[in-house]
């Protein structure tokens, strides 16, 4: 017995000994970007074309927070509007390389930053909802006077969901609503899969259950988390470039947008739990439907996404862009994107 227990000290001592190497590698790894936050790293400067961006916009005020939106008038033969939803974490940038043609083929191109995304306020503490992000595009199309016009609404991921409740309330004639003319979705918003853009799977567990950890975690996502995190849900051969990877960090660090990344991130539970209410509005509506769908998407896998999609949803048409456009096909692929789109708008 006694030669036995020798190798199982040495185990143990060894197991106890890499378990604190383990923590000092943790309490460093929490500590640094501790230390840089209190230092206060400031957020980047906005890049030229952000700046532009920016410039080109306006502000409203929604309950006494200042939201940001874009509208521009283009073409004179058309009385039609279009309203743009933009993704989690992102913000209304990622339609920058779609806004010419629009403009070109609608008389109004409308979008806003959701509240706590990009150049919108970013209260903390705050509770983020789905609703309110639908009651922010409502407020917004009576500010601009567009109540009784009917709009097109082309939505991204979180969206895709914002987008389903407006749809709701539309269908249930509820006060204030918005009146639809159509709804093109794009990768996400249909069923409840969980956003990895952001960090690990790991951290993203972390955040959305709100632990003690939350408020670390989100001053630890820095540049590098993000540009990977973000880096894996574009294709291999349509990865943002370096510019614009800085792009989207300055649109979410603006404001310490950072830190309310964990309140945010609660609409993957509302998702889970309104999922009735939203996947119900999709299914029985009688609004033109479209999906342009990046089939590399980690976050709605292929085919199997699409699969369900066309199961649930049987009035919807649906387009499945090249085989390696991923999460973000008005990025990726933004002719592919603008021809599905205008066949769509050309079909009803």
Not at 215 to 239: A, C, D, H, M, S
Not at 245 to 270: A, C, E, H, P
Request: net charge negative; glycine share 6%.
């Amino acid at each position: 017995g006694s030669q036995h227990s020798h190798p199982q000290q040495e185990w143990d001592s060894l197991c106890a000994e890499i378990k604190m190497r383990e923590w000092w590698i943790h309490v460093g790894l929490i500590c640094i970007p501790l230390v840089a936050v209190y230092l206060h790293i400031p957020p980047p400067q906005l890049s030229p074309a952000l700046q532009k961006w920016h410039s080109a916009g306006e502000v409203f005020h929604f309950r006494g927070k200042k939201v940001f939106y874009r509208d521009s008038y283009g073409a004179l033969g058309s009385s039609d509007v279009v309203i743009l939803l933009h993704g989690f974490p992102t913000s209304s940038y990622d339609w920058n390389k779609i806004w010419e043609p629009l403009i070109q083929r609608f008389h109004r191109v409308i979008a806003l930053d959701f509240l706590g995304f990009g150049f919108s306020d970013k209260p903390r503490p705050h509770r983020y909802s789905i609703f309110e992000q639908a009651s922010v595009v409502e407020a917004l199309v009576a500010h601009l006077g567009l109540s009784n016009q009917r709009v097109n609404l082309i939505s991204h991921d979180y969206g895709d969901t914002v987008a389903l409740e407006l749809l709701y309330r539309s269908d249930q004639n509820r006060t204030g609503h918005l009146t639809f003319n159509s709804l093109c979705l794009s990768n996400g918003g249909t069923e409840a899969t969980a956003c990895i853009i952001c960090f690990s799977f790991l951290l993203l567990k972390l955040l959305k259950d709100s632990t003690i950890l939350a408020p670390i975690l989100t001053r630890l996502t820095n540049y590098v988390i993000f540009q990977k995190g973000i880096g894996e849900v574009f294709g291999p051969y349509t990865q943002p470039t370096d510019a614009e990877f800085w792009d989207m960090w300055t649109g979410l660090r603006y404001n310490d947008g950072n830190l309310v990344l964990d309140s945010i991130l609660q609409y993957i539970n509302q998702r889970l739990q309104h999922r009735d209410r939203w996947v119900g509005a999709l299914t029985s509506t009688f609004v033109p439907l479209h999906m342009i769908y990046g089939p590399l998407d980690p976050v709605n896998p292929h085919p199997q996404f699409i699969r369900l999609y066309q199961q649930l949803v049987q009035r919807s048409t649906i387009t499945v862009l090249d085989e390696h456009i991923s999460h973000y096909p008005q990025l990726e692929d933004p002719t592919g994107f603008l021809n599905a789109y205008f066949n769509f708008i050309h079909s009803f």
